[in-house]
C-alpha cells in the first residue's frame, strides 16, 4: 500500500462563525456547512480542510497543517492586507519558502513554497 497524498485534516473550534469567516479569508472555498453548522468543509486543491464545532476539544497546539503555495510572499501580502497577522516569511533549510499563521483556536498553519536551487 502507498499513501498517495492527505485526502482531510480536521480541526476541532470553538466558533464556528469566527473560524468560517478567517478560512474563507485565508482563501479556502466553502463546500458544505457554514457559520451556523457544527460541521464545515473546505476545499483545499484536491483534499478538504474540515471545522468540527469541539468547544471542549479545541485548546491547544497540536502540530501544523502545510499548504503547498506558489508565490509564498505575494499569499503573505494578501493574507496581511485582510487584517490577518502571519509571521514573516523565511526560508527553511529544507528548501522551502515559508511563514506560520495561526487561526483563531490555536491550530497552526504554514503555506510554503520550494525554493529553486
Same mark, same amino acid.
Given at each position: 500500500m502507498t499513501i498517495q497524498h492527505i485526502s482531510a485534516v480536521t480541526l476541532?473550534?470553538?466558533d464556528m462563525a469566527r473560524a468560517v469567516e478567517f478560512y474563507r479569508? *485565508? +482563501?479556502l472555498r466553502l463546500l458544505y456547512g457554514g457559520? @451556523?453548522?457544527t460541521f464545515t468543509? =473546505?476545499?483545499v486543491g484536491d483534499g478538504f480542510l474540515n471545522l468540527i464545532l469541539a468547544p471542549s476539544r479545541a485548546r491547544g497546539w497540536w502540530g501544523r497543517v502545510i =499548504? #503547498? *503555495?506558489a508565490g509564498v510572499d505575494a499569499v503573505y501580502e494578501e493574507l496581511?492586507?485582510? +487584517?490577518l497577522h502571519p @509571521?514573516?516569511? #523565511?526560508? +527553511?533549510p529544507w528548501g522551502e519558502r515559508y511563514f506560520h499563521i495561526t487561526d483563531p483556536d490555536g491550530h497552526e498553519l504554514s503555506f510554503a513554497e520550494?525554493? /529553486? /536551487?
Open positions: 476541532a473550534i470553538d479569508q *485565508v +482563501g457559520p @451556523e453548522t468543509s =473546505f476545499q =499548504f #503547498r *503555495v496581511k492586507e485582510k +487584517g @509571521e514573516q516569511p #523565511r526560508d +527553511g520550494l525554493l /529553486r /536551487r
